[in-house]
């Protein structure tokens, strides 16, 4: 009996007797499945499972506590509901944060097809949020020659097509030109990465690469090579342009790498070899999938229209899909289901308007109320409906903007400006118009001038946020007197 759902992965997987077999939950990069029950039913995955058998952290309440007293902002919706569940090692993100010193944040897509679904944008989303919050460089990888590797059709004019369509549906999220770097495996390659590609493999045996990814005797070596690649990325000695070329500065920059669980085997093993070679290790924060549309355990895929909702679809396949697809908790009959009530945690539409629906409170009251029997399915399927149409039509107005020039200016190897924790004196300088890159980049001194400047852009910085605090607590004043007065009437 089959257990992964997505019959394309498997097909490509290096290990495809162990998803197909034991009908136990697996979750690589190459497969993930919940596993089958007795009666061959999909289940869905079992996180907490994945957190101890990883040996990742839960993000906890004290955790958010602690970013938002550094950050002053609210955790996203993702964090606030588990949707982005485990970490590794984010409270040393969080430390430095708290101290001004650097990290990055990198992230990556494999560029397999031209269909970006909903469930693509979930990393991203969140990244950018990080991004915004941070004030940080990002780095975004599109493994090109991953995709090539692990399909036996796909050519190499195929996956590089889909880089720059990735790329374009991957900027319409939102990310600022200022402070993102995107490459494509194929272009980058060489020179600093090169080097960082060749420290890594050169620490992993076959038989680690084996035992981590469950690669076999018939597995082609470009496959078992490709975490090298992958794992270069998270140290900042890759990027001089970004960095500056002194390795012995950069190689004390962290990764902060926001991913679906699924990308944490590459991360174990790059955080092994990086304790083992005196560079920094880098830091993960881990989300959870989404699921099809036909509910838990059934995996979106970019090849079936009808599983997921794609960023190119318009508001009426919208409403299509989910009125016709969308696995729903609710009873077989308006009877039962007022007398019962409808069961959120299978309901694909409450599941996803628990990623999309920003508003903490209508989220609860939609739960409370379809849990009741109060609020049918016909009505939770339109407000799930409204929601992704306004999120997918705002994507497709972004993504509208986004041109060949757009493209080629996130991938220019350029120096990228960001000011960090602008409540904290500066303790590391950025790159200014490429001065580093001679010499004083990553941890160095800075010249006087520089230092001028990024005192400067701070104090306009923390007078901004200031000024924003102030707005803020304006509006929340007059809105406060509004009600009691409105109270009062
Ligand atoms: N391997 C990922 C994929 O197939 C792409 C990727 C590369 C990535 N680097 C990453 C994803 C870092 C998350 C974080 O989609």
């Keep these: 009996m089959a257990t992964n759902v997505n019959a394309e992965a498997l097909k490509e997987s290096p290990i495809p007797e162990v998803a197909a077999h034991t009908g136990k939950q697996t979750v690589d990069p190459y497969n993930v499945s919940g596993g089958v029950d007795a009666n061959g039913v999909q289940l869905a995955i079992?996180?907490?499972?994945?957190?101890?058998?990883?040996?990742?952290?839960?993000?906890?309440?004290?955790?958010?506590?602690?970013?938002?007293?550094?950050?002053?902002?609210?955790?996203?919706?993702?964090?606030?509901?588990?949707?982005?569940?485990?970490?590794?090692?984010?409270?040393?993100?969080?430390?430095?944060?708290?101290?001004?010193?650097?990290?990055?944040?990198?992230?990556?897509?494999?560029?397999?097809?031209?269909?970006?679904?909903?469930?693509?944008?979930?990393?991203?989303?969140?990244?950018?949020?990080?991004?915004?919050?941070?004030?940080?460089?990002?780095?975004?990888?599109?493994?090109?020659?991953?995709?090539?590797?692990?399909?036996?059709?796909?050519?190499?004019?195929?996956?590089?097509?889909?880089?720059?369509?990735?790329?374009?549906?991957?900027?319409?999220?939102?990310?600022?030109p200022a402070k993102t770097f995107i490459f494509s495996d194929f272009d980058f390659v060489g020179g600093a990465f090169y080097r960082n590609i060749v420290r890594l493999s050169k620490h992993i045996t076959l038989n680690q690469a084996r035992a981590i990814f469950g690669f076999n005797e018939s597995t082609n070596i470009g496959r078992i090579h490709f975490g090298s690649i992958q794992g270069a990325t998270s140290w900042a000695s890759s990027f001089p342009h970004i960095f500056g070329a002194d390795e012995k500065k950069t190689t004390k920059i962290p990764a902060l790498i926001p991913c679906a669980i699924d990308q944490d085997p590459y991360f174990r093993m790059t955080r092994d070899v990086s304790a083992r070679i005196q560079h920094a290790k880098p830091s993960l924060i881990h989300s959870k999938f989404l699921d099809a549309l036909q509910g838990p355990g059934t995996k979106m895929s970019a090849s079936v229209d009808e599983s997921a909702i794609f960023m190119k679809d318009t508001p009426k396949q919208i409403q299509n899909k989910i009125n016709k697809h969308a696995f729903s908790g609710g009873k077989e009959t308006e009877e039962e289901h007022r007398r019962l009530g409808g069961d959120t945690s299978v309901d694909v539409s409450y599941q996803y308007l628990r990623f999309f629906l920003e508003d903490d409170d209508e989220l609860e009251k939609i739960r409370v109320s379809y849990e009741a029997g109060e609020l049918l399915t016909g009505q939770l399927k339109a407000i799930c409906i409204r929601e992704l149409q306004a999120y997918v039509s705002g994507f497709q107005e972004r993504r509208a903007k986004v041109t060949d020039e757009t493209v080629a200016h996130f991938m220019d190897r350029r120096p990228l400006q960001w000011v960090g924790n602008p409540r904290v004196t500066i303790v590391v300088p950025q790159i200014v118009d490429g001065e580093a890159a001679a010499g004083e980049g990553g941890d160095g001194k800075m010249t006087k001038n520089q230092l001028k400047k990024l005192e400067k852009q701070k104090q306009l910085e923390a007078k901004k946020l200031q000024k924003q605090k102030e707005k803020e607590e304006a509006a929340a004043a007059a809105a406060a007197a509004a009600a009691a007065a409105g109270k009062e009437a």
């Design 46 to 176: 079992d996180y907490s499972k994945l957190i101890e058998e990883f040996g990742t952290k839960k993000i906890d309440q004290p955790l958010l506590e602690r970013f938002e007293r550094l950050t002053g902002k609210k955790p996203h919706r993702f964090l606030r509901r588990g949707i982005v569940f485990s970490h590794r090692d984010f409270e040393l993100i969080l430390d430095r944060y708290e101290r001004g010193e650097p990290f990055f944040l990198y992230t990556g897509r494999g560029p397999s097809s031209d269909s970006v679904h909903v469930g693509h944008t979930v990393p991203f989303e969140f990244t950018k949020w990080l991004q915004d919050t941070f004030d940080v460089p990002l780095v975004i990888m599109l493994t090109d020659d991953e995709k090539y590797l692990f399909s036996e059709k796909r050519t190499i004019e195929e996956v590089q097509g889909y880089c720059s369509t990735n790329a374009k549906d991957i900027i319409a999220i939102g990310f600022d």
